[in-house]
T-cell receptor, first 114, second 118 residues
Framework: AAGVIQSPRHLIKEKRETATLKCYPI?????VYWYQQGPGQDPQFLIS???????DKGSIPDRFSAQQFSDYHSELNMSSLELGDSALYFC?????????????FGEGSRLTVL | AQKITQTQPGMFVQEKEAVTLDCTYD???????LFWYKQPSSGEMIFLIY????DEQNATEGRYSLNFQKARKSANLVISASQLGDSAMYFC???????????????WGAGTKLIIKP
């Protein structure tokens, strides 16, 4: 079965550079979430989209932006990168109204800022 | 106040033994869902088991079962016959609100690092 696809899996950037992470949700899933997980920490919710509209916003810095496109894929854009942005970035998808509301996670994109 | 509390930062368990990972939660919602996820060292987040607040029976999925004690607000994960491949971080998470809502943001615990010894 198709899972959530994230790209790139690994990314190395310098301070003040920009980075874009992509997420392709499971087909027919209408909700996409972005999470940031620092080393040794639990995932922190950044932002979510339902039917291409932003549905909730968490601890996403102003330097970050995200959107969901007409094909339901989502992109997380990060600018003016800081050392503290080094983390594992997860995308997850779900189907609104599904019985359990389970979030299906991608394998994550590991961003390292030097 | 912490909404999800996992009191065991780390655990060592002998292979083939059963292990219980603790999770307590705090919510005033009547409808909520509880999840356990496994995160191996490779980093991916793997769904293990789900318990809805209105489910009367404890959830089970293969070697995983969830010991749901609603009055005590606890949702412990039990892994029977542990295997070396079970070594990973385990996160307890909660979704508040009705499942029909479109926003399924999860609230996460700090995780428990489980190491299975051969």
């Amino acid at each position: 079965a198709a899972g959530v696809i994230q790209s790139p899996r690994h990314l190395i950037k310098e301070k003040r550079e920009t980075a874009t992470l992509k997420c392709y949700p499971i087909p027919r899933h209408d909700t996409v979430y972005w999470y940031q997980q620092g080393p040794g920490q639990d995932p922190q919710f950044l932002i979510s989209f339902y039917e291409k509209m932003q549905s909730d916003k968490g601890s996403i810095p102003d330097r970050f932006s995200a959107q969901q496109f007409s094909d339901y894929h989502s992109e997380l854009n990060m600018s003016s990168l800081e050392l503290g942005d080094s983390a594992l970035y997860f995308c997850a998808s779900s189907l609104a109204g599904a019985n359990t509301g389970e979030l299906f996670f991608g394998e994550g994109s590991r961003l390292t800022v030097l | 106040a912490q909404k999800i509390t996992q009191t065991q930062p780390g655990m060592f368990v002998q292979e083939k033994e059963a292990v219980t990972l603790d999770c307590t939660y705090d919510t005033s919602d009547q409808s909520y869902g509880l999840f356990w996820y496994k995160q191996p060292s490779s980093g991916e987040m793997i769904f293990l088991i789900y318990q809805g607040s209105y489910d009367e029976q404890n959830a089970t999925e293969g070697r995983y079962s969830l010991n749901f004690q609603k009055a005590r607000k606890s949702a412990n994960l039990v892994i029977s016959a542990s295997q070396l491949g079970d070594s990973a971080m385990y996160f307890c998470a909660m979704r508040e609100g009705r499942w029909v809502d479109s926003n399924y943001q999860l609230i996460w615990g700090a995780g428990t690092k489980l190491i299975i010894k051969p």
